[in-house]
């Protein structure tokens, strides 16, 4: 682990003049200040570096703004995408007057959980491995006013191109709707574009494992990362994410985690690996189903049981009910399976080794707050632990070949934002227990959602519903 004098020393070692700090927003979003090395010195690392919280969304009013960011020297890296040497870290915000973690930092939350975790006796580890897709487009346009709305999205793979005159010719090589999947070139356009991303994680202490093409055209795609524990998981996500949006800046592309911008084609999740320990020792391996433990199997049955109120932060969006509905191998049902990929459990093929069993909840998107949503679906998982909830039978059929009747006992994943955070309302006793969330954390998140998502999109016509309706 890096100290403070180790960072200084580095800082001035490698003459490296500007020190950008980051932190999250409480949607998900990373917001930086950049500071001349002067300002930061050894205390900087413990008591924080001043800042007005006042404009951060969902955070302080500006009566009560005065904030503290603490850098951590774990996360220093030299930012690739800045001109001048710049020496980028992470931080977790203070409260100034008392010194505490500011209960609505999604990383002090996180931080809160594995304290959870710990003081419950039940581990001392989590660790989570996401796989967040998204898509690469070159084009992108989009406004909304009171009498027009639109958007129009563009990639030189989609199929939907391949009747138009492009510079040169058009040479017609465009994956088909809902296949994508791992095409080579000239199919695959990406190849070069994907490899820098991947690289430029792994230079800045990503552990990378491969890319790959994903199902939909238009250019969806997907990089591995390995799996880290709870915290470092989510930073490692947040690198993820800038490294991909500013390598494809370079190459004239944009990219974006929306789970669903193309319509009638797959959309992009983000699948979470997870699993707990204790002294060193996995605890998710054992004889039952897929050769799971007891304790692993009750872990699925918290996740599945809160599942709807954990979608309020695993599936933030208005857009995230978009991608989670049946036909797209979105994982719709809440039931638990060892191969079957629209159950919303899977339990992975690890092999023999007991250090790589896990299981998989596929319903997230890559629009959450990783802090948040790792730190929501440990939570749900202690709790199935701690009351011993059990997940029910595996869904080891092919659900299309079940009848209506059949399909109708499986319950399914919340169809609306609207519906999730009505589920979140009504059961959030899992995420305030040992402190972790805050009953105000919970009515905060509520309020934001409903006042900056869910109502404005009920107040806006749908351009659809003009189509529909415009002649009755």
Known sequence: MATAAEILKRIQDEDIQLIDLKFIDLPGIW?????????????????????????????????????????????????PFMKEPTLSMICTIKEPRTGELY??????????????LKATGIGDTAFFGPEAEFFVFDDVRFDQNEHSAYYYVDSIEGRWNTGREESGANLGYKPRYKEGYF????????????????????????PIEKHHHEVATGGQCELGIKFGK??????????????????????????????KPLFNDNGSGMHTHQSIWKDGQPLMAGDQYAGLSQTALWYIGGILKHAPALLAFTNPTTNSYKRLVPGFEA?????????????????????????????????????SNPYLAFAAMLCAGIDGIKNQIDP?????????????????????TPG??????????????????????????I?????????????????????????????C
């Open 183 to 206: 095409p080579v070139a000239p199919t695959d356009t990406l190849q070069d574009l994907r490899s820098d991303m991947l690289l430029a994680m792994a230079k800045l202490g990503v």
């Open 103 to 116: 209960e609505r930092c999604p990383r002090a939350v996180a931080s809160k959980a594995i304290d959870y």
């Open 31 to 79: 917001q930086h200040l950049t500071l001349h090395r002067s300002q930061i010195d050894e205390s900087s690392f413990t008591d924080g570096v001043a800042f007005d919280g006042s404009s951060i969304r969902g955070w302080k009013a500006i009566n009560e703004s005065d904030m503290m960011m603490v850098p951590d020297p774990d996360t220093a890296w030299v930012d």
């Open 230 to 259: 709870l915290i470092q998981a989510a930073d490692w996500l947040m690198i993820y994410k800038y490294c991909v949006k500013n390598v494809a800046k370079q190459y004239g592309k944009t990219v974006t985690f929306m789970p």
């Open 331 to 367: 994982p719709v049902n809440l039931a638990y399976s060892q191969g079957n990929r629209s159950a919303s459990v899977r339990i992975p093929l690890s092999g023999d080794n007991p250090k790589a069993k896990r299981l998989e909840f596929r319903c997230p998107d890559a629009t």
């Open 443 to 471: 009515t905060n998140w509520i309020e934001y959602k409903l006042d900056n998502e869910v109502n404005p999109m009920r107040l806006r016509p749908h351009p659809y519903e003009v189509a529909l309706y415009y002649d």
């Open 392 to 412: 029910g039978e595996p869904l080891d059929v092919d659900i299309y070949d079940l009848s209506p009747e059949e399909l109708a006992k499986i319950p399914s």
């Open 416 to 441: 609306s934002l609207l519906e999730a955070l009505n589920a979140l309302e009504a059961d959030h006793g899992f995420l305030t227990a040992g402190g972790v969330f805050t009953p105000d954390f």
